[in-house]
């Protein structure tokens, strides 16, 4: 797609031709006379519209379709008049090259949550949401902006930024919305499993509970996807203290793992076993879930290291003989969340040392 800087009645032909309109039928399409389209035909270069006309013609042209305007541009360039920086015509969506580029700041900016480097991440998708209007872009450009939003909502979500106009819910809803109108199932329940992890971290568990369910059975998703969703069901139960159902239902998610081969997954889902066993008071249980997460789970990942320090902090805290253990091992969590800015993470141990401190003060009652 292109912008006019000043139209001129070379401009105005390429695009009366690029709408493969007649003289007469332009004109009506303008609401301008015959005798305007005429004269700006004549005259070319040597003739401007007058400053309400040329809104019209912007206007025409930002409705016209993308192949109107490749067809708008290439008649241009044939005329002697390319788009480009200091022409009175300039492009403003992504040529192809663009398009590779961009996909390939998406994978970058895959890479970069795993190791919690938000900055850049979010660097390289700004760099591209803020240049482009979603209004101007074509369905690739429209699909490579919606992943970019999606991927944007996940790093406000590890950062803990749930709600708001800046916000993981407010990311994630617009990418949906983008999805939506290019009719593409997975993404959009994707998303859905997204904003249930939003509602489950801002502690709306029943909510949660609900929406997983649902997507476990839900044929839009993979059968990663779906078995997480079965996971994460069980984690807003265990939270909202329903641990038998809870551990049921985790424990096939388990199983599922093992079958579909997800090792990293599969360590995942015994340490949020190890905690549901913890909330059922089976601390020996717990204690041989966690030992097998931490054996097997990914280390490469800030996020997850924290994760797994600090279940294993807040078993040894249910044992008043590891009490001290515990709160080692929590302050080193603490640290490491400070450290790459993991603010959910941080509430979540503050909160579990809170818990701590309330129960040895009423147990000295």
Do not use: C
């Not at 005329?79 to 700041?105: F, H, I, K, M, N």
């Amino acid at each position: 797609m292109a912008t006019v800087q000043q139209w001129s009645g070379l401009e105005a032909r390429a695009l009366r031709r690029a709408l493969r309109m007649s003289v007469r039928t332009f004109a009506g399409h303008l609401g301008v006379a015959v005798a305007t389209v005429s004269k700006w035909e004549r005259l070319g270069t040597d003739t401007h519209p007058r400053p309400d006309t040329q809104a019209i013609l912007d206007t025409a042209l930002a409705r016209s379709d993308a192949a109107a305007h490749l067809r708008f541009e290439t008649l241009l360039s044939e005329a002697g008049r390319p788009a480009g920086p200091g022409q009175p015509v300039t492009a403003t969506s992504p040529r192809l090259w663009e398009y590779e580029t961009w996909t390939d700041d998406l994978e970058r900016a895959v890479a970069s949550p795993t190791r919690q480097n938000f900055s850049p991440a979010a660097h390289l998708l700004n760099r591209w949401l803020s240049r482009w209007n979603p209004r101007e872009l074509d369905d690739k450009g429209l699909y490579l902006f919606a992943r970019s939003t999606a991927l944007l909502g996940d790093l406000r979500r590890d950062q803990g930024i749930l709600f708001g106009p800046i916000s993981a819910y407010h990311s994630y809803s617009d990418a949906r919305s983008i999805f939506a109108q290019l009719g593409v199932p997975r993404r959009i329940a994707q998303l859905d499993l997204s904003l249930a992890v939003v509602a489950e971290m801002s502690g709306k568990l029943e909510s949660a509970a609900h929406q997983y369910e649902t997507l476990a059975v839900d044929d839009r998703l993979s059968s990663r996807d779906r078995a997480r969703a079965r996971l994460w069901v069980g984690t807003a139960l265990s939270k909202h203290g329903h641990h038998d159902y809870a551990i049921r239902v985790m424990s096939a998610a388990t199983r599922e793992f093992d079958h579909l081969g997800e090792a990293d997954d599969w360590s995942v889902a015994h340490q949020k076993l190890a905690l549901a066993h913890r909330g059922a008071g089976e601390l020996t249980k717990a204690l041989q879930l966690i030992d097998i997460a931490r054996s097997t789970g990914t280390a490469d990942s800030p996020m997850q290291q924290v994760r797994l320090d600090t279940a294993y902090g807040h078993i040894l805290l249910s044992d008043r003989a590891t009490v001290d253990d515990g709160l080692k091992v929590l302050d080193q969590a603490g640290r490491s969340a400070a450290q790459y800015g993991l603010v959910h993470q941080l509430r979540s141990i503050e909160s579990i040392r809170q818990t701590t401190q309330e129960a040895a003060r009423l147990r000295r009652r």
